[in-house]
């Protein structure tokens, strides 16, 4: 009988702890899909801007900033930060 009651009370504590950490993941989860919702809204007023700002260029400067970009970007970033850093000094 005393086995049967430490048993008892030693599931009644880890019920408690599962609980509070189920309560402290959804906690955190919530937290997680606040800063997503942010982040998106984020996005949104920069592509919003981004779009205003590219209408007052040249079409053709954009293009072409538009393609330089897309090759740029399939290098990596610090190869080009790098020979930056060397043609600076």
């Known amino acids: 009988m005393e086995s049967a009651e430490k048993q008892k009370t030693?599931?009644?504590d880890v019920e408690k702890e599962?609980?509070?950490?189920?309560?402290?993941v959804a906690r955190q989860l919530?937290?997680?899909?606040a800063k997503i919702t942010a982040l998106?809204?984020?996005?949104?007023a920069l592509d919003t801007e981004r779009v205003q700002i590219a209408g007052a260029l040249d079409?053709?400067?954009?293009d072409s900033y538009e393609r330089l970009f897309k090759t740029k970007t399939a290098r990596p970033s610090s190869r080009w930060s790098m020979r930056s850093a060397t043609?600076?000094?």
């Open 18 to 24: 599962f609980a509070a950490t189920k309560a402290q």
């Open 87 to 89: 043609a600076a000094t």
């Open 10 to 12: 030693t599931i009644a």
């Open 40 to 44: 998106e809204e984020q996005l949104v």
């Open 30 to 33: 919530a937290d997680i899909a």
């Open 59 to 62: 079409e053709d400067l954009r």
